[in-house]
């Protein structure tokens, strides 16, 4: 509803630099002066050093909320620098649209969907680089779920549309109402014949005054020409016609009684572009791409509309039909239809049930049939995001067709790549438990989700959760196992799939004995049937190398992640994402195999390769950085180290919060750095951190838990505290001989640090004891060469020249100190803490699970 208003007419001084998703003007807009005027008061004279409240209007749908907002937009477009118009009814539209304008603030938009949204509104707040911007949030449904998206800055203006009055606890609040009969009157005579002051009136009286009733009965009388008798007559009728069952108000039966009549007429007319609106009707009322009406697709729905998508003439014939009768609004920027949700309430109420069901599978099948299947891809994420809310609202998830299940496990995969965790939780939930009533708990379709809403879980840190979703959905794959003719029993992809997901929630409990046994059995299952070069198996692959690594098999990791690795660049490319992660496999084998310098030397490599395609903050950049930090305080570079830990917990802590697995590993990663540089305070500090929220995570005996333990007793030790140092190495050393054994090189890590706490308590004799056993298991392990054997041996030269045995402590002290020059380099600085003959520390970065 546009206005007859000089203002809207004059030329603006500039336009904002960007104009991201703000719908097309309507050229009918009527009146409104005084809202307007009170929302531009609001909006740009309120405001101040503090933050400001965002605007929020409520009333009923249709009573012109969205086209007030899209009116004040286009007369104050000068105001500002930005303005963005987002979807607010879902909240992945929010998400979605955010991510996108993180580009145009200078927010790169490679990392995942959490990430950009989260940075883009920190832009915002900072106002860098606008500080004159406008976010419109259109028909929004609570301020709980709207409020974490909300920049709340004192630069910038917050506009919200919504049905819902509860707005006083975030925002002011703008009530709509209907027009005022002036306003009606204005708009019926804007568009079509006049009309006398007597018959204006009687034709707004019967619409209520309602924006879109009034706006629908002006479009009919400016293509018909139709007297207001005429009109009335047709009126009342379909008034008494109307199934509007339980209609909530008159205003909605108002409108119901004006689209019907047009309804008749585009029915007797163009019964394709009826058929078209009522498999819109199934349609989210958001943007629907024309696009989805113009490929080729799957199925039949009507005689006529069938003709109609196959013929580009006949499809544009109906769209022109339903813009003339103002049924949708057609927007030429996106190419896209916008029908307004009491359109589809009314295209529904008029269908017979068979004709909601023909029309309800006809939109599945069209959306189906515009699926990317590629989900994995970020370039077809945006495809994925116009089809999202559609997908959600033709309930596509309680579809039995083959195609439409495609594109639910689909869409239920873009939610989770794109980092949208929560949309992805819901949405897969809601379709998992709708095809367990479909087709069962057992059937491969409900299983598949299974096994999707268990990772989901899992990568958001949902351990139990996952793990007894895991459970279920493995034994249901065992009980309707389903070998083909020429497999194996066991061979089925997802079955491995399920055994592997599994597989990562023992790691998680710490039974990594169990978690190698059954990711072996995935690898070798895999590769017997489908060959070592299918993704399946290169899957496999990668998580036996993550099992192998984790029960202290450095050297099998190493030779199974280097194959994995080079098979990966031939079939995937160098710098595929996938290639690069067991890449970053292969840096933590070789560091852990005591080749620090050539670990570094290639991270550095595989961190320049990833920021190539990827941000700094995205979730497998995160993970390399992180360990290139490692490969760089082992390669000797502890200034390097402690500069990019800090960098990486940062980003982790406002991304994943300071409780995320992840976070933790930083955090203690973080906590060595620090000590290693002099810093003992901080060290402690994020040590008795990372000690207990893995302690709330994982539980008291799980390796990582052990593994903050044995680092904090290495900072309390250096605190002269050496009776809490050795209380707590003597507990963690008893627990992983416990689950893990003694040759476990954790086990060993904590002996020698053990060894150290009982000659700090000037126990030489049981310290030279220990040390020895462990050096003998060291060498035998790890290799007499290894610099964490070199250590033991260094100490154990410590210890016999306290227990007096100076000679024989003197030739293995220089033994050893030319072996580590040989191995690290003189200048390292375990070579010359050596040389100074200072006792080696042997701190534990817990590996990835």
């Known amino acids: 509803m546009a206005a007859s208003d000089p203002a809207r007419h004059t030329p603006q001084k500039s336009s904002p630099a960007v104009w991201e998703n ?490 990594f004995a169990q978690a190698l046994e059954l990711s072996r059995r995935v690898f070798e299952t895999a590769t017997e049937a489908f060959g070592e070069d299918d993704a399946c198996t290169l899957n496999a692959a990668h998580n036996l190398g993550v099992a192998l690594r984790l029960v202290g098999r450095f050297q099998e990791a190493y030779d199974l992640d280097r194959t994995t690795w080079e098979l990966k660049q031939t079939l995937l490319g160098a710098e595929h994402e996938q290639t690069l992660l067991t890449r970053v496999g292969l840096t933590i084998d070789e560091r852990e195999l005591g080749l620090y310098q050539h670990a570094r030397n290639r991270q550095e490599e595989v961190v320049s390769q990833y920021l190539r395609h990827l941000r700094e903050d995205n979730a497998a950049v995160l993970h390399a950085r992180r360990v290139l930090a490692v490969a760089r305080r082992k390669a000797g570079d502890h200034e390097a180290a402690l500069e990019l830990s800090e960098q990486v917990l940062a980003v982790m802590e406002e991304r994943f919060g300071q409780t995320h697995p992840d976070t933790i590993a930083a955090t203690l990663g973080l906590s060595v750095d620090l000590r290693y540089t002099g810093r003992l305070d901080r060290a402690r500090e994020l040590a008795e951190a990372s000690y207990d929220h893995y302690r709330r995570i994982f539980g008291d005996h799980h390796p990582h838990t052990v593994s903050a333990q044995a680092n904090l007793a290495i900072t309390s030790r250096m605190d002269d505290q050496c009776d809490t140092a050795h209380a707590l190495d003597r507990a963690a050393h008893a627990t992983l001989v416990d689950n893990l054994g003694e040759r476990h090189p954790l086990t060993m890590v904590v002996a020698t640090n053990l060894a150290s706490d009982l000659a700090a308590l000037g126990r030489h004799a049981d310290a030279l004891a220990l040390g020895t056993r462990t050096l003998a298991l060291s060498a035998e392990v790890l290799g007499e060469a290894h610099p964490s054997t070199l250590s033991l041996a260094a100490n154990q030269a410590l210890d016999l020249a306290a227990l007096g045995r100076e000679e024989e402590g003197e030739r293995l002290h220089d033994q050893v100190l030319g072996e580590m020059r040989g191995r690290l380099g003189p200048d390292h600085p375990a070579t010359t803490a050596l040389g100074e003959r200072e006792r080696a520390n042997c701190f534990i970065d817990p590996l990835p699970l």
């Open 22 to 511: 703000v719908p097309p003007r309507n050229p009918n807009f009527i009146g409104r002066r005084e809202l307007l005027a009170e929302l531009a008061h609001r909006l740009t004279d309120s405001r101040s050093p503090t933050a400001v409240l965002p605007e929020a209007m409520y009333g009923l749908g249709g009573i012109g909320k969205s086209q007030l907002a899209i009116e004040y937009v286009y007369n104050h477009q000068a105001d500002y620098d930005l303005v963005c118009w987002i979807s607010s009814e879902r909240t992945s539209g929010i998400v979605n649209t955010l991510s996108h304008l993180a580009g145009r603030l200078g927010v790169g938009e490679s990392g995942d969907a959490a990430s950009t949204v989260a940075q883009a509104l920190d832009a915002l707040r900072r106002g860098v680089p606008y500080t004159r911007w406008l976010l419109v949030f259109d028909n929004a449904e609570n301020a709980q779920s709207l409020a974490p998206f909300l920049p709340n800055a004192r630069h910038g203006a917050v506009l919200i549309t919504s049905r819902n009055p509860q707005w006083e606890d975030i925002a002011g609040c703008i009530e709509v109402n209907v027009f005022e009969r002036s306003e009606s009157i204005a708009l019926l005579n804007k568009r079509g014949p006049a009309l006398t002051p007597e018959d204006a009136d009687l034709l707004a009286e019967a619409l209520g005054d309602l924006p879109l009733a009034v706006e629908q009965a002006a479009a009919w009388r400016a293509q018909t020409g139709m007297t207001v008798q005429e009109y009335l007559r047709l009126f009342d009728e379909k008034r008494s016609d109307l199934l509007f069952e339980g209609a909530p108000n008159l205003y909605q039966e108002s409108v119901a009684t004006a689209w019907n009549v047009s309804l008749d007429r585009i029915e007797q007319t163009n019964p394709e572009a009826l058929h078209l609106l009522q498999v819109c009707a199934y349609l989210a009322p958001e943007p629907i791409p024309r696009s989805l009406f113009s490929g080729a697709h799957r199925g039949v729905i009507t005689q006529e509309l069938d003709a109609a998508l196959a013929d580009p003439m006949r499809l544009g014939r109906a769209i022109r039909e339903i813009k003339r009768f103002s049924l949708a609004r057609i927007d030429p920027r996106n190419n896209s239809l916008l029908m307004h949700r009491l359109v589809q309430l009314v295209l529904l109420q008029r269908m017979t049930p068979r004709e909601q069901e023909q029309m309800r599978l006809g939109a599945q099948s069209l959306l189906a049939s515009a699926d990317p299947r590629d989900p994995e891809s970020n370039a077809q994420w945006y495809r994925y995001s116009e089809l999202y809310p559609h997908v959600v609202a033709s309930d596509a998830i309680h579809s039995a067709d083959p195609w439409v299940r495609d594109l639910v496990h689909n869409t239920a995969k873009y939610l989770q790549r794109f980092g949208d965790h929560d949309s992805a939780l819901e949405f897969t939930r809601e379709a998992h438990t709708a095809a367990t009533e479909l087709f069962g708990a057992e059937d491969e379709k409900t299983l598949l989700l299974a096994f999707w809403l268990g990772w989901i879980l899992f990568s958001m840190g949902r351990y139990a959760e996952a793990a007894e979703i895991n459970r279920e959905t493995l034994d249901g794959h065992e009980r309707a196992e389903r070998p083909g003719p020429t497999r194996a029993a066991g061979a089925d992809e997802n079955h491995l799939d399920a055994i592997g997901a599994v597989a990562a929630d023992l790691r998680v409990k710490g039974e």
